[in-house]
């Protein structure tokens, strides 16, 4: 069977490695060595594959992807209650960046223009369904619209409060 590339693969089945490549472009691996600590060969290292029984010519090192997935397995383990703290943790982080985002301000303008691009990626998922296409493409584009949709739910949250005018 023909391996499916990177991008269409869920997110669960991609090795750390691949998807370090992924979160860290080329031109951004000394600005994450820098913010993470450490060198930027150290970050290249942790984009390839380390070796291991099954491919003992790696040439990369473990990284902190593959710690966290240790991690999880461990919690899983040993402690299976706690694993919702490990997906909240990381849901509220996501969350506090969308709230941030939600406090910039923006114009009656600019926000007519989110709102029509809102409805227009929510059609996209809509056609999406009606053509049969693969749950990847359909998550990818859900994904996106529900994103832009949240920003402008949390702007509306924010203003009915008081915080922040339109």
């Known amino acids: 069977m023909k391996e499916r590339p990177l991008g269409e693969k869920p997110v669960g089945d991609i090795e750390p490695h691949d998807?370090?490549?992924?979160?860290?472009?080329?031109?951004k691996l000394a600005s994450a060595g820098q913010m993470l600590g450490v060198s930027e060969s150290q970050?290249?290292?942790?984009?390839?594959?380390?070796?291991?029984d099954d491919n003992v010519n790696g040439t990369g090192y473990v990284g902190p992807l593959d710690r966290l997935d240790r991690l999880y397995d461990f919690v899983l383990l040993y402690c299976p209650e706690n694993l919702p703290l490990l997906r909240d943790r990381y849901a509220a982080k996501f969350d506090?960046?969308?709230?941030?985002?939600?406090?910039?301000?923006?114009?009656?303008?600019e926000l007519e223009l989110r709102l029509g691009a809102g409805v227009r990626e929510l059609s996209e998922v809509v056609a999406l369904v009606i053509e049969g296409s693969s749950g990847r493409e359909l998550r990818k584009q859900w994904e996106a619209a529900k994103a832009r949709i949240e920003e402008i739910v949390r702007r509306r949250e924010k203003a009915d409060f008081g915080f922040q005018k339109w």
Do not use: Y
């Not at 290292?45 to 380390?50: D, F």
């Not at 506090?96 to 303008?109: F, R, T």
């Open 96 to 109: 506090q960046h969308l709230s941030k985002k939600a406090g910039e301000p923006i114009d009656q303008g």
């Open 19 to 27: 998807l370090m490549r992924l979160l860290i472009p080329d031109g």
């Open 43 to 52: 970050v290249s290292k942790w984009r390839r594959e380390p070796a291991s």
